[in-house]
T-cell receptor
Framework: RKEVEQDPGPFNVPEGATVAFNCTYS??????FFWYRQDCRKEPKLLMS???SGNEDGRFTAQLNRASQYISLLIRDSKLSDSATYLC???????????FGAGTRLFVKA | NAGVTQTPKFRVLKTGQSMTLLCAQD?????MYWYRQDPGMGLRLIHY???????AKGEVPDGYNVSRLKKQNFLLGLESAAPSQTSVYFC??????????FGPGTRLTVL
């Protein structure tokens, strides 16, 4: 099992749709998680952190399910500008070394 | 603040040539990282550093060397480039292992 696994997609959704991505991780000791966004041929940028209690930022909601060892990202009211690859990140045991998932591609169409 | 900068942005090498990629950050971050990203794969950690004068191997260190002589700079060297090292290289920095800030990347082609 990969340490961090994501559905590569692509997810093709119309504008205004709600879409959710999951990301499973294998290190049960992981404490902090992140979602990054990467546009084509650009560097990854932090979208949001994932806290134990969940985290919401506008149209984006991140959840952590420790029992099943996955994190999720929900995007409501999708915009064309949300088209990107979304990377989930989990730390290795020891903290500062992180593992990036291969990413889930999202295409939002008019 | 420029954040994280990388030079060069693009480079084409012939097999066996050497080169150094430079990463610089102006955020006073302790941690710095070098990743490579290949199509369909996630970011893979090559080497990292937890402070000036320290370096450590990541997942895919073979064929690369690094140095962190100054806190703000992290250099990645390829001593004898191979076609398998064709990739996009990203440098990142962070404070105490939290959010990582990435540079714009270096696109390297080895012929």
């Amino acid at each position: 099992r990969k340490e961090v696994e994501q559905d590569p997609g692509p997810f093709n959704v119309p504008e205004g749709a709600t879409v959710a991505f999951n990301c499973t991780y294998s290190n049960s000791a992981s404490q902090s998680f992140f979602w990054y966004r990467q546009d084509c041929r650009k560097e990854p940028k932090l979208l949001m952190s994932v806290y134990s209690s969940g985290n919401e930022d506008g149209r984006f909601t991140a959840q952590l399910n420790r029992a099943s060892q996955y994190i999720s990202l929900l995007i409501r009211d999708s915009k064309l500008s949300d088209s990107a690859t979304y990377l989930c990140v989990a730390p290795r045991a020891g903290g500062f070394k992180t593992i990036f998932g291969a990413g889930t591609r999202l295409f939002v169409k008019a | 603040n420029a954040g994280v900068t990388q030079t060069p942005k693009f480079r084409v090498l012939k097999t066996g040539q050497s080169m150094t990629l430079l990463c610089a950050q102006d955020m006073n971050h302790e941690y710095m990282y070098w990743y490579r990203q290949d199509p369909g794969m996630g970011l893979r950690l090559i080497h990292y550093s937890v402070g000036e004068g320290t370096t450590a191997k990541g997942e895919v260190p073979d064929g690369y060397n690094v140095s962190r002589l100054k806190k703000q700079n992290f250099l990645l060297g390829l001593e004898s480039a191979a076609p398998s090292q064709t990739s996009v290289y990203f440098c990142a920095s962070s404070k105490l292992g939290n959010e990582q800030f990435f540079g714009p990347g270096t696109r390297l082609t080895v012929l």
